[in-house]
């Protein structure tokens, strides 16, 4: 239904309320809220008292290495995700663990018309899977308001392979979502 969204920050932390829409929301509400939210309630239920208990477990979640390579894109927060992977650096000493984020560089530019096949309304695609002989697939899916595009490497993947992994990547990552 029709609400009024609010969203409070506290130490990188984000709580989003979506209030009734009668409600009048000015500065004294917000400022209520705030308060409310961070003040330490001794019920463990507080931003305040939250923040030690999350950072940690996020912080030990974001330097782990995800199984597929991807950039996600939230329309409704503006949340952006690139995975996180490890590769190796060789130089003549030594060989290094080096973490890279998402996409590799010649594969950025190959995002934008992907995102804009999404986007166009006369389409209404909701998923589309590109590659060409000298790269993997890039499958691209929109869904609610987020999208993301999944990069596997491997030229001889096959089209049902590229649907089995997209389809196998989207139940790991949103089967968790609910909407109400």
């Known amino acids: 239904g029709v609400g009024q969204l609010v969203a409070l920050t506290y130490k990188s932390i984000m709580l989003v309320l979506i209030l009734d829409e009668d409600v009048q929301v000015d500065a004294r509400l917000l400022e209520s809220l705030r308060d409310s939210c961070n003040a330490a309630s001794g019920d463990g239920l507080s931003l305040a008292e939250l923040?030690?208990?999350?950072?940690?477990?996020?912080?030990?979640?974001?330097?782990?290495?995800?199984?597929?390579?991807?950039?996600?894109?939230?329309?409704?927060?503006?949340?952006?995700?690139?995975?996180?992977?490890?590769?190796?650096?060789?130089?003549?000493?030594?060989?290094?663990?080096v973490t890279s984020l998402g996409p590799k560089a010649a594969e950025k530019p190959l995002l934008t018309p992907l995102h804009a096949t999404l986007a166009d309304p006369k389409l209404k695609c909701r998923e589309v899977s590109w590659k060409s002989a000298d790269r993997g697939w890039i499958c691209a899916k929109r869904w609610c308001d987020r999208e993301f595009y999944l990069l596997l490497d491997g030229t001889s993947t096959s089209l049902s392979r590229c649907q089995e992994e997209c389809a196998r990547f989207a139940s790991i990552h949103f089967s968790n979502i609910v909407m109400m």
Not at 73 to 87: D, F, I, K, V, W
Not at 92 to 97: E, H, P
Request: net charge neutral; charged share 20%; proline share 4%.
């Open 51 to 97: 923040q030690p208990l999350i950072a940690p477990q996020y912080k030990e979640i974001m330097e782990q290495e995800d199984e597929y390579r991807f950039v996600y894109y939230n329309h409704t927060n503006h949340a952006l995700r690139l995975s996180n992977q490890a590769s190796m650096s060789r130089s003549l000493l030594r060989t290094t663990g």
